[in-house]
C-alpha cells in the first residue's frame, strides 16, 4: 500500500531538508506454530519501498535518494506512519 511521509532530514549532519517520501509499504507477519499440515512458519518483517522522494519540494539527486533509503531513522518513521494509517 502506498504512503506518504512528510519529514526532516539532515544531509550535511547539520542543515535539515524538508523531505517528502512516497512508498510501499507491505506489513509483517507474525511466526506461526507448527500445526497438523505444517511445521510453522517463521515471522516475517515489515517491507519498506522507497518510490520518489522530494528535497525542498524537487526531485531527489541520487545521493539524497540514497541516503533517505538507507536511514533507519526514516525506515522506522516510515513504518510508524503506515501502522498509524491501518
Known amino acids: 500500500m502506498k504512503h506518504t511521509l512528510s519529514t526532516f532530514f539532515s544531509f550535511d549532519g547539520e542543515n535539515d531538508a524538508k ?3 512516497l512508498y510501499n509499504f507491505t506489513a509483517g507477519t507474525p511466526e506461526r506454530g507448527p500445526s497438523y499440515d505444517s ?3 517463521p515471522a516475517e518483517g515489515e517491507e519498506i519501498e ?3 522522494v522530494l ?3 524537487r526531485t531527489a539527486t541520487e545521493h539524497e535518494f540514497d541516503c533517505v533509503a538507507d536511514s533507519e531513522r526514516l525506515y522506522n518513521e516510515m513504518v510508524v506512519n503506515a501502522l498509524d494509517k491501518r
Open 19 to 21: 523531505v517528502e517520501i
Open 39 to 41: 511445521g510453522g512458519q
Open 50 to 52: 522507497v518510490i520518489g
Open 55 to 57: 528535497v525542498e519540494n
